[in-house]
C-alpha cells in the first residue's frame, strides 16, 4: 500500500451515440480495478464524466435539430444509468461542459500562455466558400498529407494515423455541403509541445501501466514531436481567454475534465482536490490505445508545462472485434450495451466477467454470441456456480449451519495461494490473470468436493463429512470476497446464502483467509441460469440483421441517380498519336480528338498496347474530369478499359469524334 492517494480515472464516453462493448472493454475493468484496491486498503477516488464538446456533437445535433449541450445532455444521462446498470461505480461522473471544466480550462491555458507555451500563429485553414464559415477539423475530408489515403481534418483515420493541423490536409471538401474548400488565413494559437520531449524521454519510461502505452508514445518521440494547434473555429466547447471567436481543442478541455471532476467530488465533501493533482499522488488513466498519444504525450507535457503532476501510470485495453470483424458501427458489427443486451435481460455479471477473462488487457478482444455463451456455461455455470451451490446445498441439507471445527491446512493454503495471486495481477494490470486465480480456487474446491464425496461420507463417518463440508464452506466464503471486484451480483447473493446479514463489499479481501464462522444457512438457490442455445440463435440473428441491413444500406448508397450520371460527360474520341511517358514503364501519352478539339490523356495501358496499336482507334472517354498532373503531363480526362489486362471499351460502329454516350 502506498501513502498518496490513488486517483483512478477512464477515457470520457463521448455524447454523440449510446454505450457499446467498445466502451465497456475500459470502464469494466477499471471498475474491477478500484474494487479490489478499496478492499486491500487502498484510499482510491474514481471519476470520469462525459466529453461534451467537439465538432461531431455539434454536426449531429443540427442534424437532429437540437442543441449540443441537449444532445450532450441526452447521452451523459444515459451513459450514466448504463454505468449503474453495469454496476460500474464512480465517485464522481461530471461533465466537460459544466462550469468547473470551463474554468479549470481556462485556468491552466492562462498559466501556460505565461510561461510562454502557447503563442499565437496565422495558420491557412479551410473554408467553405457556399457555407460561409471557417471549417473545423471534423467538418473536413481530403487527403492526407503524408500516406495520400483519403482522411479527416483532424487525423488519417483510414491511413497513417497521424494527427492533423488545421490547413495540412490536401483537396479539402466540406463536409456539410460537400463543396471544395478554400484555404484562408487566420490567428489561432499552439502549444508548445515540441519543447517537451526531453521531458517525455525521461518520463515515459518510468510511466507505469501497461507496455503497450509507453512503448507506443516512446516511438512517437523518438520521431520528433509537433507543436499542436489548441484552438478551433467553433461556438461552441470553451472559449479560447481573450478571443471568443475561437474555442479550445476538444483533447485540452476534455482531459483536464478529469481535474474538474475531482474539484466537484472534492467541493461537495469540503476536501482539497490539489492533493490528487498537485505534488505526491498516484493518477491512473485506464483508456482505449486509439488515444495513447494523447494521454502519454500531449496529456503530460500539458500538466508539467502548467505545473501539476502528471500521471503516474496509463492502462490501455486493446481493440474490440466483433465475430472476428473490426467492431464498425456504420458496417453494423457493434453490440449495443442497453439495446443488444441489458435490456434483453442479461445479467451484467455475465458480461464483466467475459470481458475481464477473455484475454490479456492489451490484447485484442473478439466478441461473439457462442464463444461468450460458452465461457458462461462452461465456467461460470459449471465451474464456480456449481461448486458453490453443491457445497451449501449439501451444508443446509444435513446440517443446517456452518459445521464446527478447523479448516484443513491444505484448503488454507489454496485460499492463501489464490488472495497473492489475484493481488500481484490486479497491481500489474492482469486482469485475466486475476480472473483465472479465483477460477482455479473454484476448479480447486470442484475436484476436492468431488473427491471426498461427503455424501458417501455422511452415510459412515458424519465427523469426516463435516470437515468436508467446512472446507468447502471456507473456499465458498473466499470465493464471494474475491469475486465481488468482478461479479458483486452474485457475490452479494453467495454472501447471503453464507447466512451473513452484512454487506460483502465492507469486508476486505484478507477476510477469506479468516475461518468462517458457524452460523446457520438459509435455502441455497443456483447461483448462475445457463444461455440456451435457442436464446443465443436470437441474439445471432439481431446482430447478422444488423449487418445486413448495414450492407444493403452501403449499396444503395453507391447507387448512382440518373442525375449524377448525367453529370458525367463520356464521349466517342479518337486516338491520333501516342508515345511512351518519359520515367515511366505503365504508362502512354495519347493525343485524342473528341470533335471540337484535341486533349492530352495519359493512361496505363503501355503493357499491354504499343504506341503504334493505340494510334487510329475510336475509344470511349470522360472528358469532365478535372486536369491531373501525371510524371509532369497533364492528363485532361480518362479512356475507358475493362479487366486486368486493359481491354479498351470501343463503339460497334464508326461514329465521329466528339459524339456523346447516352
Not at 479490489?36 to 486498503?41: A, D, E, H, K, W
Not at 474490440?320 to 443486451?341: L, P
Not at 458480461?351 to 492489451?362: A, D, G, P, V
Amino acid at each position: 500500500m502506498s501513502d498518496g492517494p490513488l486517483l483512478v480515472t477512464c477515457g470520457l464516453p463521448y455524447t454523440n451515440g449510446p454505450c457499446h462493448l467498445g466502451h465497456l472493454r475500459t470502464y469494466v475493468p477499471a471498475d474491477f480495478y478500484v474494487r479490489f484496491l478499496r478492499r486491500r486498503g487502498e484510499e482510491v477516488l474514481f471519476v470520469c464524466g462525459s466529453d461534451n464538446h467537439g465538432t461531431p456533437i455539434v454536426v449531429m445535433a443540427e442534424d437532429q435539430g437540437v442543441t449540443p449541450r441537449d444532445l450532450s445532455n441526452r447521452y451523459h444521462e444515459h451513459f450514466a444509468h448504463i454505468f449503474s446498470r453495469m454496476g460500474i461505480r464512480f465517485d464522481h461522473f461530471g461533465m466537460t461542459d459544466g462550469e468547473t471544466n470551463h474554468r479549470r480550462t481556462r485556468s491552466i491555458v492562462n498559466a501556460l500562455k505565461e510561461k510562454g507555451y502557447i503563442y499565437s500563429k496565422v495558420v491557412e485553414q479551410s473554408f467553405c466558400p457556399k457555407c460561409k464559415r471557417f471549417l473545423p477539423d471534423r467538418y473536413v475530408e481530403g487527403i492526407c498529407p503524408y500516406c495520400d489515403t483519403p482522411a479527416r481534418g483532424d487525423e488519417c483515420d483510414q491511413g497513417c494515423g497521424r494527427h492533423l493541423e488545421p490547413g495540412e490536409i490536401k483537396k479539402p471538401r466540406c463536409l456539410v455541403c460537400g463543396t471544395d474548400a478554400e484555404l484562408r488565413e487566420q490567428e489561432h494559437f499552439f502549444f508548445r509541445l515540441s519543447e517537451f520531449g526531453g521531458f517525455l524521454e525521461s518520463y515515459l519510461p518510468a510511466l507505469q501501466g501497461t507496455a503497450n502505452a509507453r512503448n507506443y508514445a516512446l516511438g512517437w518521440v523518438k520521431e520528433g514531436l509537433r507543436d499542436w494547434c489548441i484552438t478551433r473555429t467553433l461556438d461552441w466547447g470553451v472559449k479560447f481567454p481573450g478571443h471568443d471567436d475561437l474555442v479550445v481543442y476538444v483533447w485540452v478541455d476534455a482531459p483536464i475534465g478529469y481535474i474538474s471532476f475531482t474539484e466537484e467530488w472534492a467541493r461537495a465533501r469540503g476536501l482539497d482536490w490539489k492533493r490528487y493533482w498537485c505534488g505526491k499522488n498516484r493518477v491512473t488513466h485506464f483508456i482505449g490505445s486509439d488515444i495513447i498519444y494523447h494521454h502519454c504525450i500531449f496529456w503530460p507535457a500539458l500538466l508539467t508545462g502548467a505545473g501539476y503532476t502528471p500521471p503516474l501510470a496509463v492502462v490501455a485495453s486493446g481493440m474490440v472485434k466483433i465475430d472476428d470483424q473490426k467492431f464498425s458501427k456504420s458496417r453494423g458489427y457493434v453490440v449495443w450495451t442497453g439495446e443488444d443486451y441489458l435490456d434483453k435481460g442479461l445479467p451484467p455479471d455475465y458480461l464483466r466477467y467475459y470481458l475481464l477473462s477473455y484475454t490479456n488487457h492489451t490484447k485484442e478482444l473478439n466478441f461473439s454470441w457462442q464463444v461468450f455463451s460458452e465461457r458462461v456455461n462452461n465456467e461460470l455455470v459449471s465451474t464456480l456456480g456449481n461448486f458453490i451451490y453443491r457445497s451449501l446445498f449439501f451444508a443446509h441439507k444435513f446440517f443446517g449451519k456452518v459445521p464446527e471445527g478447523p479448516v484443513g491446512a491444505a484448503t488454507s493454503e489454496a485460499i492463501g495461494c489464490c488472495i497473492r495471486e489475484m493481488d500481484r495481477s490486479v497491481r500489474e494490470f492482469e486482469f485475466k490473470g486475476a480472473i483465472d486465480a479465483m477460477m482455479a480456487l473454484a476448479a480447486y474446491g470442484n475436484t476436492y468436493i468431488q473427491n471426498q464425496a461427503p455424501w458417501k461420507l455422511i452415510k459412515t463417518d458424519k465427523t469426516a463429512a463435516e470437515r468436508v463440508v467446512k472446507d468447502c464452506l471456507q473456499i465458498a466464503h473466499a470465493l464471494a470476497l474475491l469475486m465481488e471486484p468482478v461479479l458483486p451480483d452474485a457475490a452479494g447473493r453467495v454472501w447471503r446464502m453464507l447466512g451473513n446479514t452484512d454487506v460483502v463489499e465492507t469486508h476486505p479481501v484478507s477476510d477469506a483467509a479468516v475461518q468462517i464462522p458457524s452460523v446457520e444457512l438459509p435455502e441455497p438457490s443456483p447461483l448462475f441460469e445457463k444461455l440456451e442455445d435457442s436464446r443465443i440463435r436470437e441474439l445471432e440473428k439481431i446482430l447478422k440483421g444488423r449487418t445486413e441491413k448495414a450492407k444493403m444500406a452501403a449499396k444503395e448508397k453507391d447507387l448512382v441517380s440518373i442525375e449524377e450520371f448525367s453529370r458525367m460527360d463520356l464521349r466517342v474520341g479518337k486516338i491520333l498519336s501516342a508515345e511512351p511517358v518519359k520515367g515511366s514503364k505503365k504508362l502512354l501519352k495519347l493525343t485524342v480528338d473528341i470533335g471540337d478539339e484535341r486533349r492530352t490523356v495519359v493512361a496505363g495501358m503501355a503493357e499491354f498496347y504499343r504506341p503504334e496499336e493505340m494510334t487510329g482507334l475510336s475509344v470511349i472517354m470522360v472528358t469532365n474530369m478535372k486536369p491531373a498532373k501525371i510524371f509532369g503531363v497533364e492528363s485532361q480526362g480518362m479512356v475507358l478499359a475493362a479487366g486486368e489486362e486493359a481491354s479498351i471499351l470501343v463503339p460497334q460502329k464508326e461514329v465521329p469524334p466528339g459524339t456523346k454516350i447516352r
